[in-house]
């Protein structure tokens, strides 16, 4: 079984997160000098080097303007089209 951070949907994720920075024409920098953190955080949490908590997520998305139940929306119609086990214990 693979480590629950290289999981298929937690790629998902951290493509979102990516697309979402790219669509706001935001550099890796910008978006880690907003939530007052090294560059090498976001490249981390968007290469799915490292996993993001509920807190950290949630500095993410209003650094991103997203609201978070829109992005658990998207993220689980993501899961499910790809058709993703989220299971961690199978």
Excluded at 2 to 7: G, V
Excluded at 45 to 62: G, K, P, T
Aim: net charge negative; hydrophobic share 45%; charged share 30%.
């Amino acid at each position: 079984m693979a480590h629950p951070i290289h999981s298929d949907s937690y790629r998902l994720l951290s493509l979102l997160l990516l697309e979402r920075r790219q669509e706001l024409g935001l550099l890796q920098v910008d978006v880690a000098h907003l939530l007052n953190k090294p560059q090498s955080f976001v490249s981390k949490y968007e290469s799915a080097d490292r996993r993001l908590d509920m807190i950290e997520l949630l500095a993410v998305l209003r650094v991103l303007d997203v609201d978070p139940h829109h992005f658990l929306d998207q993220l689980m119609a993501k899961i499910e089209a790809e058709r993703i086990d989220v299971n961690p214990l199978r």
